[in-house]
């Protein structure tokens, strides 16, 4: 193995792809979260609530730091 075939192992095992389309429904996914729902609307849809957990866990962070 080459130096230059190492560290491009070294590079692909720190990747971390993320699908981010729901980014796209967003705005639908509030919207149907809070029809019909009394007192505060919700500010954030469930799906970045699920991606925000799973850069928690992969990354090992704090609450706070993920605030």
Known sequence: M???EIDE????????ILDL???EHHQQ???AANQ????RPYQMA???IQLLAA???LYDMPYR???
């Open 2 to 4: 080459t130096w230059k």
């Open 9 to 16: 192992k070294l590079i692909k095992r720190g990747e971390l």
């Open 21 to 23: 389309d729901f980014l």
């Open 29 to 31: 996914e509030l919207e």
């Open 36 to 39: 019909r729902k009394n007192g």
């Open 46 to 48: 469930t799906s970045y």
């Open 55 to 57: 850069v928690r866990y």
């Open 65 to 67: 730091q993920l605030e």
